[in-house]
């Protein structure tokens, strides 16, 4: 979330550098993927267990994960 | 970006997934009139309210992906073109995007609405005509995909 933020910001270019040196995007990719197919096949679960012990931030991340990773990759388009 | 041209294709699946979603919730929803003040509702349907949230933006953010896709087929992989266009058929998928417009929708007090920006603003009388900035990059993605020599061959 920290890369996100500072690629969004466009005021360290440290971030994409780093993530277009080190192949990064392909283990960004990767866990977008992942997380789509947790959403898709657990989505019930998870809902049902945030529901019962409803703590913000994590309920948030879990649902705001995706859409970062791929913002993140938007940016770096 | 260009590390990823081996995982493009799966990039390419998601994207598919992705839109395919949004057309049918757009003719489903089509009559419904979004509440712009929207206060969620406790429990379940919170969670439900905030995830159908995240998912449109989600969805429209794979728009502008798959624009820089299209930008860049000439450097992707031979089979790209193929897939993109007679496997998935994505310039009828754009054209229905289009047809559509699920960037725009009616609030509750019959006003049109545009969401730009990651959110939903009241759209003047005046930008009634002008070309949304999603709609700019469905109409330059079509434009990639008539342009591509491989896709024209075919």
Redesign the interface.
């Known amino acids: 979330m920290q890369a996100h933020q500072s690629a969004k910001g466009g005021h360290d270019e440290f971030v994409v550098d780093n993530v277009n040196r080190e192949s990064k995007s392909i283990i960004l990719l990767h866990n977008l993927l992942l997380i789509e197919h947790v959403k898709h096949n657990l989505f019930n679960d998870l809902i049902n267990a945030l529901v019962e012990s409803p703590t913000s931030i994590r309920g948030n991340t879990f649902i705001s994960n995706e859409s970062v990773i791929l913002n993140f990759l938007e940016i770096l388009c | 970006?260009d590390?990823?041209s081996?995982?493009i294709s799966?990039?390419v699946d998601?994207i598919h997934?992705k839109l395919i979603n949004l057309i049918n919730k757009t003719m489903k929803n089509k009559e419904i009139k979004y509440e712009m003040l929207k206060v969620y509702k406790e429990?379940?349907e919170e969670?439900?309210d905030?995830?159908e949230d995240?998912e449109f933006?989600?969805e429209l953010?794979?728009i502008?992906?798959f624009r820089?896709i299209t930008d860049n087929l000439k450097k992707s992989a031979m089979g790209l073109s193929y897939k993109i266009i007679e496997e998935y058929d994505f310039i009828e998928i754009l054209c229905t995007l289009i047809d559509l417009k699920p960037y725009f929708r009616i609030n509750t007090k019959d006003q049109k609405i545009v969401y730009t920006n990651n959110k939903w603003e009241i759209l003047p009388k005046s930008e009634f005509n002008r070309v949304n900035k999603t709609e700019a990059q469905l109409w330059l993605s079509i434009l990639n995909l008539f342009a591509n020599e491989d896709i024209r061959k075919n």
């Open positions: 970006m590390e990823l081996e995982s799966e990039l998601y997934r429990g379940k969670w439900l905030r995830y995240t933006s989600i953010m794979c502008n992906i820089y």
